[in-house]
Structure formats: structure tokens, C-alpha cells
């Protein structure tokens, strides 16, 4: 198949019709099966995401910590993998923009982007050359600024300008900071999978929708909030991620402007976003909550986030290179409209076939 | 101060090339004033945006297009002119000449700024305050416009507080209320709320001449995650005010209140029923001056509330689902809702969350 040809896809999807129901709001919801999918998005995808995201990040931490007891050229690409894979985790579970991950600053210290002053890397590169031992423990980088506790400043230790030196001397002040900035990270994400592990928590709120419940005062509030999720989610791929570095052909491009781009990794992590948002609503089987004859709603979306996942991963990893290759740029335009297409699609289609007014986040606090 | 009309790179910034090119302002100022009493924003059915004038019975009278999603509505008292807000985080507002003698202009937030969505003309229609947000420096603002001036930008003024959302003024011009709900936002988060476990919320009363805060509201305890968002003024010159909840939803939190200058605030006691029935979320808030009504809805809970402003007692509670405006009607209370329904009719329309009044009652 030409690349080309795994566009098509995002294109035919995008001409189909809404179904009559979506259109009118005539069907409503199978409130019945709200606490059963609830159930699933918390147990098959939300406590699973953050369990694994600690995970790597412990393995991150770990591996950070063998760099610079014994650096190498091996040594430093293992750290490289264990960042990655504690991106690509991340990045399938930051999609969850509600909860524990909003309290005390958990999701900027984890990951501080959008950042339009380049404040991290200011602020990393004046720590890396202040050299003060406070900012080699997990607990000094947890009371420094958000911008350098996390990803975005463990990207610049291990990709930035004078990376190499982690291969050099053991214990260096760079790759010890690295470190630690891991090991808050893995401590943040320790949290984070406690809070939603925690018996009578947030977890077992969200199973439970009731006049009685802090969370969700019935099925209806429930589902809208999932569905806010994979809305925020994809609003966040297309505003966020993809219009930060390339807003269209003819249009400037900002490339180092683009999420994890010293690492390579911006379309691993757009991809992983991509995943987690289809996780999301596969696993939990959101589409049991439509009328069985509005389910084509939930085909549509599934085979637009299907294309717009074996899309990204084959944009050049090089965003300087895409941006300026046609065929990338080609790509980028379908990401673009596929994500314009998918934002109505979960809107009107499947937020007007449960009932929701065009628009439901009208009563998101205005 | 550049002059907005010409000011055309913002304007294309804020507006989009896509709507410059569709814009026909023959068919945007061919406005019917004759039978026309509310203003609202709403979403079309092909997912595109404008804003309608609309009769006493809820019938739409004229569209114009938007070019993108607004939120609140400002009137002018001394002119026939109406301005629509962008809705967070937009950043422009239109003025249209509800006469239909002058070309619509369209206002850009300056950079560094976007419209919070809500705005109000001092009573002698010579300057138009916004809300706005000064995100880098997260902090509420108030954009001052001289209407004189093609509504040019020449200042602002601090809100006193952050997430500016309402504004008001007082009918002798002298003061302006701000509802400061306290919540950060910034547009690269898109509509993301950042700190709702360490809010801020406040009421602003500032001085409309020299920008001062004449005296520093107490914040009641209850605050918390109580932020007022959205105000209305009563014959009395009282600042009646309604709050969105952002603690536990099986809270009971009081969602209504009122003060006046120099005295504390007062929540409403509101029966546990309807703050239920409320979905501890108010949409919207108005006044009927002449019937010394108060009208809260809610999209939350579906609901629209009338209560006596003089007792305090609720009048009325009635079941809406999508509840979104509220202005003042000859009965008490005109509603619109989401799907489409305004008074008696039903139009192909999802209307936003505000009503204006234009003229007549209230």
C-alpha cells in the first residue's frame, strides 16, 4: 500500500453522513449501561494507564540512575528507551484531564507544555550550570518550578546540547539531575495510580453514578464526562500537538515547537494519544450506551481513529524534515482534517444520540 | 492605540480568512428592529455560528453570522448598537447596529489577551468594558473601548481577581462589578480549568472613572470552590449574584446571592430541592425589575428558578432541559434552551447560554 493510500481512509469516513438520529436527538441513552462502561473505563483503561505509567517511569528512574553509575554509549541509549517508553505511556494516559492528575500541579510537573517562553529549557540549562547538589534528590527538584520536574526537562538532559557528556564521567552533575528529575516523575505517577487504586476513591465513584456520589449525580452526568475526555483529548492532539509546529500548507511552521521534538518522539507521543483515546472508548465499550440503531456513530469513530493512528507514526520522526516534505506535509493536512472530522463525529454524533444538546460542552462553566 | 477597523491583521487573526470571505454586510446590518426584544448567540445546525434577534414569543427576526462560537451579549442604552463576546478563550467581539445603518465592526483582543465572554456599555453608551484575560500574567482584566472611537482599545483596567467572567455596571455609571470566579485558564490549555484545588473566587467592585476598588469585598467562607460567575443588578441597585459548584456534586452548596456597596454578602437560603433540581450549577441570572423578580436556569439540572427578590422565596421552579438564557419578559422570565427553544418556539438553532434584553420590560 502507498502511504497515500492509508490516508484514504480518514477522507471516506469524513464524507458519511451523520445518522438521523444524531441529527434530531430523537434516541437517548441506555442509562442501564452507564455503570457497566464506567466500570470498564476505569478498570480496563484508566487505573491500567497510570499502573503502567509508573512503571516505566520506576524503570526510567532506574535506568537513569545505571547511566550514571556506569555511563555509556549502551548505558545512555538504555535511558533513552526507558524515556520513550515512559513518554509513550504517558502520553496514552495524560488523555485523562479530570481528577487526581489536576490536583497539586501533578499534570505540569509531569509534563509543562505547551511552553511558548521556552521557560524549561531556560530554566534547565541554569540549573544544569548552577550545579547545586539540592537539585540532584527527587524531593529538591519536587519544590522547584513545574518546568523543570519534568518530561519536557528530562528531553533536554538526555537530547539537549551537551548530552554527550553523559557518556563521559561517572556521577555527573547533569546526568544526576536527570535522575532525580526521573525519580519526581516516578513519584508523581506513584500518586497518581494510588489515588485511582484507592478503595472508596475516585475509582469506585466513578463506577457508581448517583444522586449520593461526588463525582457523577446520575448516568447521564457519567458519560458526558467520558465523553468530555475523548473530546478535550482530541482537541488537545489537534490545537495542541499538531497546530503548535503546523497549522496547514502555506502557513508558517514552527518545528521546535513541537512536543518531544529533540527526542524524536513527537509522533510516538501523538500516536500514543491516539491510542489512548481509542482505548478509551473501545475498552470501555462506550458505544453499548448508544441505541443499537445509532451504533454506526460508534463505527464511524473508531475507523477515523483507526486511520488517524496508522497516519502519525509515519510522519518523518524528523519534524524540521516533515514540515517541509510534501508528503508529510500531505499527512500532517489529513491529521488535521481527521481530527476536525473526529471532534464532530463525538460532538453531534454520539453526544446528540445520547441525547446531549449540539455542543454539549455548552455547560462546561460559562 | 491602533484603530480596530484597520487594524485588519488582527482582524483576520481573530476572525478568519474563511469568514472574512463569506461576509456580506448588506445582509449583515438588514436587521428588522421593529419587532425584536432579545438578542442571543446560537450555533446553526451546519455547525456554523452567528447571532439572532428574536421577538417577545422566542421567534428569531435576523441571523448574522459569527466566525466562531460567542458567548455573552452587551447592549448599548443610548444607541441601537448590541455586541456579541467571543466565548472563551476567543478573541474577538462584534458590534452590530441593531438599526441597521452601519457596517458590523469586528473587535480583536489585543495579544496577550483573549474576551472571558461577557462585557457592558456605560449608561451613556460611551464606553464598552470587557472581560478579559491577561493569560501569561493570569490575571482578570477589564478591555475599555470607546465606542466614539470605532471602538478602539484605549486601556483596561484591573478586575482584581482572576477568570473575570461577568460584568456589570451600576445604573449611575460610577461602578463596575466584576465576578471573578477565580479559575485559571490559559488558551494554550484550551478551556481546561488549572487550579480548581486552590481557587480564588471574588466580586470586584471598581471604580468606573479611575479604576480604583473603593472597598475590598469580604469574601464569605463559604467561597471555596463557590465562584460567582455571573451577576445581575435589581431597581435597588442591588448585585444579585449565581455560582457554579466545583466541589462534590452531592454537596448542597447555596448558588444564589445579593449585596449592595458596603455591605456583607448574603447567600440565598434556597430549599435543598432547588439547588437539587439547580445541579449545584447556575447557567444564567437576570432580573425583572418591574415584577422585583430574580430568574436563574440551569443546563446542569435542567431547570429555570424564579424567586422573589424581596423575600427571597422561590416562586417557581420549572423543568428545562438545556435551560441556557434568562432575560426579563412581561411574565417574568423569557428562557432559551440548547435545543433550540425560546419561549413558545422552537427554532432550528442550539442557543447559547445568555439572553440580552434589548428594550421594553425589565
Request: proline letters at 6%.
Amino acid at each position: 500500500m502507498t502511504r497515500l493510500c492509508r490516508l484514504l481512509p480518514v477522507l471516506v469516513v469524513a464524507l458519511m453522513p451523520l445518522s438521523a438520529a444524531a441529527q434530531d436527538g430523537a434516541s437517548k441513552l441506555q442509562e442501564a449501561a452507564v455503570p457497566a462502561v464506567m466500570t470498564k473505563a476505569v478498570d480496563e483503561v484508566i487505573r491500567p494507564g497510570y499502573r503502567r505509567f509508573h512503571e516505566t517511569a520506576t524503570g526510567l528512574t532506574g535506568a537513569m540512575k545505571a547511566l550514571c553509575a556506569t555511563p555509556s554509549a549502551d548505558a545512555l541509549a538504555k535511558a533513552r528507551a526507558g524515556f520513550a517508553s515512559a513518554v509513550a505511556a504517558w502520553s496514552e494516559i495524560e488523555i485523562v484531564r479530570v481528577g487526581p492528575a489536576l490536583e497539586e500541579n501533578r499534570f505540569e510537573r509531569i509534563l509543562f507544555f505547551p511552553d511558548r517562553k521556552g521557560l524549561a529549557l531556560k530554566q534547565v540549562q541554569a540549573t544544569i550550570a548552577g550545579k547545586d547538589e539540592k537539585d540532584t534528590t527527587p524531593e529538591g527538584i519536587a519544590g522547584k518550578s513545574v518546568a523543570v520536574q519534568g518530561l519536557s526537562a528530562l528531553e533536554y538532559v538526555l537530547y539537549g546540547s551537551g548530552a554527550e557528556t553523559l557518556e563521559g564521567a561517572a556521577d555527573g552533575f547533569r546526568c544526576r539531575f536527570g535522575a532525580a528529575v526521573a525519580g519526581n516523575v516516578d513519584a508523581v505517577a506513584a500518586t497518581l495510580s494510588a489515588d485511582w487504586e484507592k478503595k472508596g476513591g475516585i475509582a469506585d465513584q466513578w463506577k457508581t453514578p448517583g444522586p449520593d456520589n461526588e463525582q457523577f449525580r446520575n448516568g447521564r452526568e457519567a458519560i458526558q464526562a467520558l465523553l468530555g475526555i475523548l473530546v478535550h483529548g482530541v482537541e488537545t492532539v489537534r490545537d495542541q500537538r499538531l497546530e503548535a509546529f503546523y497549522k496547514g500548507k502555506d502557513k508558517p511552521v514552527r518545528p521546535k515547537s513541537a512536543i518531544y521534538w529533540r527526542a524524536g518522539l513527537t509522533f510516538p507521543s501523538i500516536t500514543a494519544n491516539l491510542k489512548g483515546i481509542k482505548a478509551l472508548f473501545v475498552a470501555s465499550g462506550m458505544e453499548q450506551v448508544l441505541d443499537p440503531a445509532d451504533r454506526a456513530i460508534a463505527a464511524d469513530i473508531v475507523a477515523l481513529l483507526s486511520s488517524l493512528g496508522e497516519t502519525a507514526p509515519t510522519v518523518d520522526a524528523d519534524v524540521a524534515k516533515a514540515v517541509a516534505d510534501p508528503k508529510d506535509q500531505e499527512k500532517l493536512d489529513a491529521l488535521l482534517r481527521g481530527t476536525r472530522e473526529l471532534l464532530v463525529r463525538l460532538n453531534d454524533g454520539y453526544g446528540g444520540a445520547i441525547g446531549l444538546a449540539a455542543g454539549f460542552s455548552f455547560a462546561d462553566g460559562d | 492605540m491602533a484603530n480596530p477597523l484597520i487594524d485588519r491583521r488582527r482582524f483576520v487573526q481573530a476572525a478568519g480568512i474563511a469568514f472574512l470571505a463569506g461576509l456580506s454586510p448588506r445582509a449583515l446590518h438588514a436587521l428588522e428592529r421593529a419587532d425584536a426584544v432579545f438578542a442571543s448567540a446560537f450555533r446553526a445546525k451546519d455547525g456554523s455560528y452567528g447571532v439572532a434577534t428574536v421577538t417577545e414569543r422566542g421567534e428569531i427576526v435576523s441571523r448574522s453570522p459569527l466566525p466562531a462560537r460567542a458567548h455573552g451579549m452587551a447592549a448599548c442604552p443610548a444607541t441601537a448598537k448590541a455586541v456579541a463576546f467571543a466565548r472563551r478563550p476567543g478573541t474577538f467581539a462584534m458590534v452590530l447596529d441593531l438599526a441597521g445603518g452601519a457596517d458590523p465592526v469586528v473587535i480583536a483582543a489585543p495579544d496577550g489577551r483573549h474576551y472571558f465572554g461577557h462585557g457592558c456599555f456605560s449608561p451613556d453608551g460611551r464606553w464598552l468594558y470587557a472581560s478579559e484575560n491577561d493569560f501569561d500574567a493570569n490575571r482578570g482584566v477589564i478591555g475599555l473601548y470607546d465606542a466614539r472611537e470605532n471602538f478602539a482599545r484605549i486601556g483596561e483596567y484591573e478586575a482584581f481577581g482572576i477568570g473575570t467572567h461577568d460584568l456589570s455596571v451600576s445604573d449611575d455609571g460610577a461602578m463596575l462589578i466584576a465576578a471573578n470566579g477565580g479559575i485559571e485558564t490559559h488558551p494554550d490549555f484550551g478551556r481546561t480549568k488549572l487550579n480548581l484545588d486552590r481557587m480564588e473566587p471574588s466580586l470586584a467592585l471598581i471604580d468606573a472613572r479611575d479604576a480604583a476598588l473603593p472597598a475590598p469585598q469580604p469574601a464569605p467562607e463559604r467561597w471555596g470552590r463557590l465562584p460567582p460567575r455571573h451577576i445581575a443588578l435589581d431597581a435597588a441597585g442591588q448585585i444579585w449574584f449565581a455560582c457554579q459548584y466545583e466541589g462534590p456534586r452531592n454537596d448542597r452548596p447555596p448558588l444564589v446571592g445579593r449585596f449592595s456597596k458596603g455591605e456583607p454578602l448574603a447567600f440565598l437560603d434556597l430549599p435543598e430541592e432547588t439547588v437539587r433540581t439547580l445541579g449545584n450549577y447556575v447557567g444564567a441570572i437576570a432580573v425583572n425589575r418591574r415584577l422585583g423578580l430574580v430568574g436563574v436556569t440551569s443546563p446542569v439540572g435542567g431547570a429555570a428558578v424564579t424567586i422573589d427578590a424581596a423575600s427571597g422565596r422561590v416562586i417557581e421552579s420549572r423543568n428545562r432541559p438545556d435551560a441556557a438564557g434568562i432575560a426579563a419578559a412581561p411574565e417574568g422570565f423569557a428562557v432559551s434552551s440548547y435545543d433550540g427553544r425560546m419561549q413558545e418556539t422552537q427554532s432550528d438553532v442550539a442557543w447559547d447560554q445568555h439572553i440580552l434584553r434589548l428594550s421594553g420590560h425589565g
